[in-house]
């Protein structure tokens, strides 16, 4: 069984910064790929970003895409989102998903997605 739990998540001024963490727990934690996604009020799920389980290769969003930076700590098994220069249409609840199915190529797909988190709230005011 794996388990997802987001925090970090806030109220912050646009430019502003955040960095949201993962805790993950499972045995097939590791050696999945994990990702970021974002669901904004009245709108669908959106991919943001996403890491391999090796740490090496990540894949962004064009939105965030110079603005945000994923990565992940082995030893406290924890995926973190670096949020910088936000913007107000970076408001969102914030979700972690772990992929065990993606061992080669990295997918925006939220069905490649097998275990998710509740959520943390990210509000940002202009």
């Known amino acids: 069984q794996v388990q997802l739990v987001e925090s970090g998540g806030g109220l912050v001024q646009a430019g502003g910064s955040l960095r949201l963490s993962c805790a993950a727990s499972g045995r097939t934690v590791s050696s999945s790929a994990m990702g970021w996604f974002r669901q904004a009020p009245g709108k669908e799920r959106e991919f943001v970003t996403v890491i391999d389980w090796s740490g090496f290769s990540t894949y962004y969003a064009d939105s965030v895409k110079g603005r945000f930076t994923i990565s992940r700590e082995y030893a406290k098994n924890t995926v973190y989102l670096q949020m910088n220069n936000l913007k107000p249409e970076d408001t969102a609840v914030y979700y972690c998903?772990?992929?065990?199915?993606?061992?080669?190529?990295?997918?925006?797909?939220?069905?490649?997605?097998?275990?998710w988190g509740q959520g943390t709230q990210v509000t940002v005011s202009s």
């Open positions: 998903a772990a992929a065990p199915r993606l061992t080669q190529t990295l997918r925006a797909g939220a069905g490649w997605y097998d275990y």
